[in-house]
Each structure stands twice: as structure tokens, then as C-alpha cells.
């Protein structure tokens, strides 16, 4: 499985496959682009690792909801295109002059949270329907000191629980933080899985030629894959939290 599977890819039409980026694009504001400046792409990229620890061009690509192509063409060119710098500075509140120049704070506030975005698809826990929007419903912040070895927080995502069958540890309307980094399956993890159109939750086992998703609700039978069965299925991401309402 490779390392840039995303959950969902949204177009002007309509979501097409499982894929998911960091931010949906939003349409640029003439007034706020400055077309004359002029952003080497290397020292562009390694601002971006330092902000968010991304390490190659495709979770670039993936953050920006562009082409792989689109990142490799600014790199050909050495130019990075100004709706970059706006589009990542707007939704991950990142100082958009350090960004463009390295100068000044890397955030416009204090450094002490980390902001993600709470997309508008549900995560299946029961009969294996999901739902995706291309809007975000949100940004909410986590503590960067708790975040420190949780995993990589650019690729980290909140999305809702649907369905009971991961009852009683997730519960319908729950919300799970999902980075998209860790695709590599430890027995027992919570991840998760993009099973033909679906997308779910599972507890998971890996044995030689052979995947079972497990529920935690006793009234859902695990999901055995083997085989060329196996090669349908994409590992999101590991949940890492979760957070409910009482209401």
C-alpha cells in the first residue's frame, strides 16, 4: 500500500475515489494574490517540512488537492504558484510571508496548537456506507506537545463515525483523528480501511495471504480477505483519538 493513499479526492462533479486531501481548494481572492513574487520551490518545500514534516512530493500534492504532475512541473520550473501559499496559509494558519520569504514567525500566533480540518465524509462503523462532501465543516486544534509522537500532523484528519458496529468504543457522531500516514497494519490497531467503495473502521489482524476486520460490537461477523481480496483493500490511516458529545 502505498504512503500517499489519501480518503477522498473531490472534484467540481463529484467525489470520484477514495482519496482524500488535506484541504478542499477554495477559489482565490484577486486581491489577496501577489503575482510578482517570485518563490524558489526547494526552499519553498523545506519550509513545508519544517511546518508540517511532509517529506515528499506526493503528500504535497495531496495537501494541496493537485496532480502529482502539478508538484513535480513547479519543481521543474522552480516557481511555486502564488494560490499555494494562500491556499496553505488560509487553512493550515500558516504565516504566509514566512512561507513566501522564510522571514518572520512560521504561524502569525503563538505556536502552541496544531490546526486540522473536519471534512464532511463519514467514516463507516456498520453496513459500510460513507458519505463525502467536498466542503470542510471546520478546523480544530490539538496541543502540539500532545501531538509529539502521536504520528505526522500533516496528514492528519477528523471525520465522523457512522453505524454501531465498533460499539461500545465508537459510537455513532463520534469524531476520529485520522493520520493518513500510517498505513502499515499492527495487529490490533483501529484504522481505517477503503474496501472497494467503502470506507470503514476496523479493528485489524494481518496473518500471511489473509486480513480480518474485526468490530467490537459481538453482532457483526469479522470481514475475512485473502487472496486477490487483499489487493481491494487500502489502509487509510490509524484512528488516533476520539471525541463525542454528550448531549
Not at 504535497?60 to 502564488?82: F, H, I
Not at 500532523?153 to 500510517?182: A, F, R, W, Y
Not at 467490537?216 to 480477505?225: A, K
Request: glycine residues 8%.
Amino acid at each position: 500500500m502505498e504512503a500517499d493513499n489519501c480518503l477522498y479526492k473531490a472534484t467540481e462533479e463529484h467525489i470520484t475515489t477514495i482519496c482524500f486531501s488535506f484541504a478542499a481548494p477554495a477559489k482565490i481572492n484577486p486581491t489577496n494574490a501577489r503575482s510578482d513574487m517570485h518563490i524558489e520551490f526547494d526552499l519553498f518545500f523545506k519550509r513545508l517540512q519544517e511546518a508540517l514534516g511532509i517529506t515528499t512530493q506526493s503528500e504535497l500534492a495531496n495537501l494541496l488537492q493537485v496532480n502529482r504532475s502539478a508538484v513535480t512541473q513547479a519543481k521543474r520550473t522552480g516557481e511555486v504558484p502564488q494560490r499555494w501559499v494562500w491556499q496553505l496559509s488560509r487553512h493550515l494558519g500558516l504565516n504566509r510571508t514566512w512561507l513566501e520569504t522564510g522571514q518572520g514567525p512560521m504561524r502569525p500566533g503563538p505556536d502552541t496548537f496544531a490546526t486540522f480540518p473536519k471534512v464532511k465524509a463519514r467514516l463507516s462503523a456498520g453496513g459500510g456506507s460513507f458519505e463525502t462532501e467536498q466542503a470542510v465543516e471546520g478546523y480544530y486544534s490539538f496541543r502540539r506537545d500532545w501531538l509529539r509522537g502521536k504520528g505526522q500532523p500533516g496528514c492528519m484528519v477528523l471525520m465522523d463515525i457512522m453505524g454501531d458496529s465498533m460499539e461500545p468504543e465508537l459510537k455513532e457522531g463520534d469524531t476520529v483523528l485520522v493520520d493518513q500516514n500510517q498505513q502499515e497494519i499492527y495487529a490490533g490497531g483501529m484504522y481505517a480501511m477503503g474496501v472497494e467503495d467503502t470506507v470503514m473502521v476496523k479493528r485489524v489482524e494481518k496473518h500471511p495471504n489473509k486480513l480480518v476486520l474485526l468490530s467490537t460490537n459481538q453482532r457483526y461477523t469479522p470481514i475475512v480477505l485473502q487472496g486477490d481480496e487483499i489487493e481491494a483493500v487500502t489502509c487509510i490511516g490509524r484512528i488516533l483519538w476520539v471525541g463525542r458529545e454528550l448531549l
